[in-house]
């Protein structure tokens, strides 16, 4: 199956050409690379996200292998949707799906689900791909889109994914794909977001989610960021560091009703 683009033209270029310039300005920041374990990244248009996106991935190394865990915004296929054979198909080249390690995550995990259906019009994923694929033109990925799941389950999948990364014994990076706050002002925005920037600072992954729900925190990647910091200390990671933080409000100039945008490490 080649899962064609939904959003090409609207969150990002369509033209090949133009779409591989802006992404290669927005990684362009001067930060030296490095290996992580994983990551948080936006993922709304790039005129509004682009520069946090952008700042995030130029901070790290990018290897053949992803595991790219999104939050369902459409309602569409099962709670914990993997994709597990084909290619994802982009302005700038198609980018093919890791079958081996995607059907050792099933293998690993019962709650993860072969599924298409979630995948076929969710955006929050398809924009992380063209960043990964300038960093790394070789790069193959496992597509996750995961809908709102109790945080017993959160860690399930973590584990089960820690655990196919230790067992691949090959470098995997993890990349949760997170806006944050959602149209509140940019004050609001950014004092809630910082109750959430703490838990991810501490790599408290249940506290994360404690504190989305309790203070209203519409963090929408919220089950995505809380299993890759599971799944990121199984596998040894120690810290956490915000590369970048910005609202919408920052591009527009409108402060009224912003989104919050977060850029994190996990080593």
Known sequence: M???????GQFYP????????EVKEYLNTGLKPRDVVGLIAPHAGYIYSGG?????????NVPD??????????????HASIMTEGEWEL????IKIDGSLAKALVEACPELKP??????????LEVELPFLQ????????????LAHIRFDTCEKIGKAIAKVIKDSKEKVLIVASSDMTHYETHETAKTKDGMAIAHIHALDAKGLLDVCGRERITMCGVIPAAIMIVAAIELGAKKSE???YATSGDVSGDYDAVVGYAGFIVY
Not at 2 to 8: E, F, L, M
Not at 14 to 21: C, D, G, N, R, Y
Not at 53 to 60: P, T, W
């Open 2 to 8: 080649i899962r064609k683009p939904a959003v090409a």
């Open 14 to 21: 369509a033209s090949k050409v133009h779409l591989e310039k």
């Open 52 to 60: 946090v996106a952008g700042a995030v991935f130029s901070a790290v």
């Open 65 to 78: 292998r992803v595991i790219v865990l999104s939050p369902n915004h459409t309602g569409m296929g099962t």
């Open 91 to 94: 302005p700038t080249g198609n």
């Open 115 to 124: 599924d298409t259906m979630a995948h076929t019009r969710e955006h929050s």
């Open 134 to 145: 300038a960093k790394n033109p070789a790069v193959t990925f496992v597509p996750i889109t």
């Open 242 to 244: 915000l590369i970048k």
